[in-house]
């Protein structure tokens, strides 16, 4: 008996404890919008790909209420836009100073960061996440807007006008 109590002691000290699973980020912070930037794996790991990512094109500017582009994002259509909004973050940041803006908020609405508006004609793109319990945060729109020398009251409708969008195809599935 004693033998057989060693024996599981020694078995269970050298037996590593498995570590909990790294869990996401549950804040937008810009060192996770630069890290995204630096590594296409940050980003990967911020996508429920069973939900799909709202992909919403709006430059046609602030006045006019309809997006160019609609949609919820799945499979290789999903992968496509990340790769490009990659594209396009890197090349905001790569400079110093970088180019345009970063900036994150976590309140009021849901967590955000938005880059760009280097330019007159240069678009803003919001990164919108949600926050999931057992995950962290998870990507669930983009969407790129004509905000520049925008009326804040037509910037402030563009965006509810937006998030009405991005409920309404949220709330489908990506199909299996």
């Given amino acids: 008996m004693t033998r057989a109590l060693l024996v599981l002691l020694v078995v269970s000290i050298a037996t590593p404890t498995p570590r909990p699973a790294r869990a996401s980020p549950t804040a937008a912070t810009k060192a996770l919008v630069r890290s995204i930037a630096r590594d296409r794996r940050v980003l990967a790991a911020l996508i429920d790909r069973d939900a799909g990512v709202v992909f919403i094109d709006h430059v046609a500017g602030a006045a006019d209420p309809r997006p160019r582009r609609a949609e919820l994002l799945c499979g290789a259509a999903l992968t496509r836009q990340l790769?490009?909004?990659?594209?396009?973050?890197?090349?905001?940041?790569?400079?110093?100073?970088?180019?345009?803006?970063?900036?994150?908020?976590?309140?009021?609405?849901?967590?955000?960061?938005?880059?760009?508006?280097?330019?007159?004609?240069?678009p803003a793109v919001h990164l919108q996440f949600r926050v999931e319990p057992d995950r962290g945060l998870v990507l669930a729109a983009i969407t790129v807007d004509d905000e520049a020398r925008g009326d804040a009251a037509a910037v402030a409708a563009e965006h509810r006008a937006q998030a009405a969008e991005i409920a309404r195809l949220g709330a489908r599935r990506c199909a299996p």
């Fill in 83 to 122: 790769r490009i909004v990659r594209g396009w973050l890197f090349a905001q940041l790569r400079g110093e100073p970088p180019l345009g803006e970063l900036r994150c908020s976590n309140r009021p609405g849901p967590p955000q960061c938005t880059f760009g508006r280097a330019m007159e004609w240069d």
